[in-house]
Nanobody, 124 residues
Framework: QVQVEESGGGLVQAGGSLRLSCAAS?????TGWFRQAPGKEREFVAA????????VYADSVKGRFTISRDSAKNTVYLQMNSLKPDDTASYYC????????????????????WGQGTQVTVSS
């Protein structure tokens, strides 16, 4: 069973930064970050490919968030800058063996292994 654990969430003022970490027991073809605010559907945020050479982002975070992979540590990071109150949510890391390992996956149902989530709260 693949183990996934997120960390790095917290409370930050608007305009601030946080870095989330996703530590996994193994590296998979695609690793993604999703988020879910109260009363809303879980939505895609960012994903990175097997090598870390390819990344995709939701339009709402493009230019503010950066996803990266440290393969030696089996860890994926989500650097979040210029945070807004709308970014407040629980953030989940997910892993998938689907696809080809070159193009990161963006759909929830393509991911099999999920962490428990880490809370990010952005105050105005």
């Amino acid at each position: 069973q693949v183990q996934v654990e997120e960390s790095g969430g917290g409370l930050v003022q608007a305009g601030g930064s946080l870095r989330l970490s996703c530590a996994a027991s193994e590296r998979t073809f695609s690793t993604g970050w999703f988020r879910q605010a109260p009363g809303k559907e879980r939505e895609f945020v960012a994903a990175v490919s097997w090598s870390g050479g390819s990344a995709v982002y939701a339009d709402s975070v493009k230019g503010r968030f950066t996803i990266s992979r440290d393969s030696a540590k089996n860890t994926v990071y989500l650097q979040m800058n210029s945070l807004k109150p709308d970014d407040t949510a629980s953030y989940y890391c997910a892993l998938s063996w689907r696809g080809n390992g070159i193009v990161p996956l963006t759909r929830r149902h393509d991911y099999t292994y999920w962490g428990q989530g880490t809370q990010v709260t952005v105050s105005s």
